[in-house]
């Protein structure tokens, strides 16, 4: 049995007050907290094997470099990738968005020819389709739609069923033969609906498409192998699973990686540069990662992934399992609305609402005051909040850190909103 009130005592920022309550932080969805393992693991790294890694014959060069290495087969084993050098599946990049812009430019680039012949599978042209779904985060939605106006090809999307899940009673009409890239949520970020991912992928692979998950919000909650799901692409952020910010990581299928293009251009991912002649670029991952690393961040982002492992991924999802039943009956106050899922079912502790009559900046100061941090807003999805006919909404999603206490605490502030607004 996993002792998930020894875990709370593991993060020192839950242990304060904040506006003269125990503080109780509802905000995972936008970025989890760390343990105390990965605080230290960060500053340990500069105070004793700073360098720079990749370069130097010197000895710290060396044990910052077999860190960082040693903190990508980590972040590989949490996602059943290849660890085997030489064949690693695993980019260390600047976050999510920074994972996704990555790899539509790097379509963008195959798609004025650049990286040859092995390139031309993700060459898009006028005619081409890109598909995502209304679901997504602006960070799929964007690089994408941008991508389709470079290639003039055209964007479309998948619809949502009247809970937020994305619609795959469709998917034969959506994605076609002409389709070249479909990028799908695994987990909205507004609804926390798990996308029944296994039929978008097989209709994308049966129509010769390349298959791209934002796997933001599953990674810190779920059990995941890309392997088994077989995802083409899949990008997340540090940030969101317990590791440190400005750090992220882009999965992809070795023979993906090899013939993808580089994207961003400049030190450590060039084998030979020349003047006169074109550059001869590095295999992956070192050809996505131009540029000094931010090294010990990825190494705390390992240990974090290490930390998730040792709690076990089963035991993190049962408990998450439990406080999103406790969290799903907010629905049953008076004015409230759920937008997404109401039943404890594929999904994960994510639930964005809407109060009749209140503004969610004023629930979201509400219930701060007494202590209770939780996100309001369009939470970076403007869409999917018009297809609920909102243009914003509270949510409060949950953390391994959290306990029943803590949902118990905001659906009791929760029922006092209306009557305190006059509502
Ligand atoms: N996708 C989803 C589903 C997200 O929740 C987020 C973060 N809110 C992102 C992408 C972007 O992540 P980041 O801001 O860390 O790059």
Request: proline content about 4%; aromatic content about 8%; hydrophobic content about 45%.
């Amino acid at each position: 049995m996993v002792d998930f009130a020894a875990i709370r005592k593991e993060f020192p920022i839950l242990d304060q007050q904040v506006h003269g309550h125990p503080l109780v932080y509802l905000d995972s969805a936008a970025t989890s907290q760390k343990p105390q393992c990965v605080i230290d693991a960060e500053s340990e790294f500069y105070r004793t094997i700073n360098a720079g890694v990749h370069r130097g014959a010197h000895e710290l060069a060396a044990r910052s470099t077999m860190a960082f290495e040693d903190a990508r087969a980590k972040v590989t084993r949490l996602v059943g990738a290849n660890a085997e050098e030489g064949q690693e599946e695993i980019v260390v990049t600047a976050g999510a968005t920074a994972g996704l812009n990555l790899l539509a430019t790097a379509f963008g680039n195959a798609s004025l020819g650049r990286g040859g012949a092995a390139a031309k599978r993700f060459a898009l042209k006028a005619g081409d389709e890109i598909v995502v779904s209304k679901a997504e985060h602006h960070s799929v939605l964007l690089p994408f739609q941008e991508l389709a106006a470079r290639t003039g090809a055209t964007f479309k999307w998948l619809n949502l069923t009247e809970d937020g899940r994305v619609r795959t009673d469709n998917l034969d009409e959506v994605i076609t033969e002409r389709t070249k890239v479909v990028a799908v949520t695994h987990v909205g970020n507004v609804t926390g609906a798990i996308t029944d991912i296994a039929p978008i992928i097989k209709r994308t692979h049966e129509v010769g498409g390349i298959f791209v998950l934002d796997a933001c919000q599953s990674v810190p909650h779920l059990k995941i192998d890309f392997h088994a799901l077989d995802v083409d692409f899949a990008a997340w952020s540090a940030h969101k699973m317990y590791g440190p910010t400005g750090v992220g990581f882009l999965y992809g299928k070795r023979e993906m990686l090899e013939a993808l293009p580089p994207a961003s251009f400049g030190g450590s991912m060039v084998e030979l540069a020349w003047m006169d002649q074109p550059a001869q670029y590095m295999l992956p991952p070192a050809r996505f990662e131009a540029g000094t690393q931010p090294v010990a961040q990825v190494v705390a982002a390992g240990v974090a992934a290490e930390w998730m492992m040792n709690i076990g991924m089963d035991q993190l999802e049962a408990h998450e399992r439990t406080l999103a039943g406790e969290l799903l009956k907010m629905g049953d106050i008076d004015g409230v609305r759920i937008l997404g899922p109401r039943e404890n079912v594929d999904r994960i502790g994510t639930v964005a609402f809407d109060i009749e009559g209140v503004h969610p900046h004023d629930v979201g100061q509400f219930i701060d005051a007494q202590g209770i941090a939780i996100r309001v807003g369009h939470h970076c999805a403007q869409p999917v909040h018009r297809h609920f006919g909102l243009y914003a909404s509270n949510r409060a999603s949950c953390g391994v850190y959290n306990n029943v206490e803590d949902v118990h605490a905001l659906l009791e502030a929760l029922g006092k909103v209306r009557p305190f607004f006059g509502a």
